[in-house]
């Protein structure tokens, strides 16, 4: 009976202590039930806690294996943050909701879902590994309404617009008298005459400039640098004033341009150049090139972009030993074989996968979506060559498929994947409802 009774404690002692290793991922932190683990070193419960869309002043610095991955006091301007929803289970939206007004606590994140759900990025391409955490160390200094934090935002900028404008009228009082602006506000000072025609929209200018703040003090500059600026008049890759002024600039021409903030970047602070600023450019153009020359190189690069991803796809398979392949041109080879059902147009699979270029740079994976994915076979609402793959496949089998660009993303970029990309999924059928 003592031996029985030994025998039960020890396991109870056994599960107990695993339970305990499970628990204790991070020595000295608690685990809500999504999956956050935090710790305290100072807590009120008494004191304000935020609310749904408030706005929080915070301290924070962010840790990856105790290293300083990002230090947010560092960055140009205080740090907010506003409470919202949870982007993802155990996410800084929880952690903020935890807190009261003069709070410090610490909390471990998925890295990899911060990269995903934050930042738009496959945790791979920033190397982060599937079990990293992130440690926030944060202070929660302030709690604000919204609407009153809005309010002072507002009146922030009323009063750095109102002294924009001053600034900006006393300089024209000062040094442009005489000189009639441009209907679009923007003073015009030619410097060197040009012998060229004026460009027009759809064409693009090729530039040298040096800008600067009223001030004198120099913001930027291409005069002394063998690279040029250039850009597509009317694609609006360019401040509204150098698009106003440009196509009434000759080529080769020369001017002094005194632009206000409104005709230049606003409200935005834009690298050395603070928000509000008013610029004077000097701006010489250099070149124009011709809506019919631009299509001549876009169709040339295109051409040379494709026999550089057609050789790379037929190395790819080669080199990989894959034979087998459709009339469309898609190669594939089955890693495992089952004699299961394979779908039929209309029905719903799921499936799991795992894509990247054909250089082995992962693009996605299906547990960025969830353990696996689920279609409807036949609905055209996945790429054309991973539908045709799915189709061959049955349910239990695993597969790699080559898809050579026209039956992935095609010739053009798709967001930030480059044009004629060939891709590479190795995908399982799950399942077939």
């Known amino acids: 009976m003592k031996r029985n009774c030994f025998t039960i ?6 599960t107990m202590m695993l339970f305990s290793a499970c628990t204790q991922k991070f020595p000295g932190y608690k685990k809500t039930e999504s999956g956050l683990y935090y710790k305290f070193y100072s807590h009120n419960p008494k004191a304000q806690k935020p609310n749904q869309t408030d706005v929080m002043k915070v301290a924070m610095t962010c840790y990856l294996a105790d290293t300083v991955y990002f230090d947010f006091q560092k960055s140009p301007s205080q740090v907010y943050a506003q409470l919202k929803e949870s982007v993802f289970p155990a996410d800084l939206n929880e952690a903020y909701a935890m807190m009261n007004l003069g709070d410090s606590a610490s909390f471990y994140i998925k890295a990899d879902s911060v990269a995903i759900w934050y930042y738009d990025k496959h945790p791979d391409s920033v190397g982060l590994k599937a079990d990293d955490y992130f440690r926030y160390e944060v202070k929660l200094l302030e709690i604000r309404p919204m609407e009153e934090f809005q309010a002072e935002i507002d009146r922030m900028d009323n009063a750095m617009k109102e002294h924009s404008l001053k600034e900006f009228a006393d300089y024209v009082e000062q040094n442009l008298q005489g000189i009639t602006p441009e209907p679009c506000g923007v003073y015009m000072i030619p410097l060197e005459p040009g012998s060229g025609r004026c460009p ?11 800008a600067y703040l009223l001030n004198g003090q120099l913001v930027g500059s291409t005069f002394d640098n063998p690279d040029k600026f250039s850009f597509v008049l009317g694609e609006g890759f360019a401040i509204q004033g150098w698009e106003e002024i440009i196509p009434k600039m000759h080529l080769g021409e020369r001017v002094k ?22 610029l004077i450019y000097d ?8 809506e019919e020359e631009l299509r001549a190189e876009a169709e040339k690069a295109l051409e040379a972009l494709k026999v550089e991803s057609e050789k790379a796809f037929n190395d790819y398979v080669n080199a990989n030993g894959i034979v087998n392949h ?3 041109g898609l190669y594939y080879s089955k890693m495992l074989v089952s004699d299961g059902k394979s779908p039929q147009r209309g029905q719903k699979v799921r499936i799991k996968f795992n894509a990247s270029y054909i250089d082995g740079t992962p693009l996605g994976n299906s547990d960025d979506l969830g353990e696996s994915f689920e279609m409807v076979y036949g609905d055209g609402s996945v790429l054309k060559g991973l539908e045709e793959g799915i189709g061959m496949m049955h349910v239990g089998e695993k597969a790699r498929f080559v898809l050579p660009y026209h039956l992935a993303y095609g ?8 044009g004629c990309s060939n891709i590479v999924f190795d995908v399982e059928l799950v399942e077939i409802e």
């Open 200 to 210: 027009v929209k759809g064409e693009k200018v090729e530039l040298d400039f040096a």
């Open 326 to 328: 459709t009339s469309s």
């Open 411 to 418: 010739e053009q970029p798709y967001g930030k994947i480059p």
């Open 9 to 14: 404690a020890s396991v109870c002692l056994l």
């Open 257 to 278: 341009a005194i632009i206000p903030f409104e005709m230049a970047y606003g409200n935005r602070p834009v690298g050395s150049i603070p928000a509000y600023s008013n």
């Open 283 to 290: 701006i010489k153009l250099l070149k124009i090139t011709t």
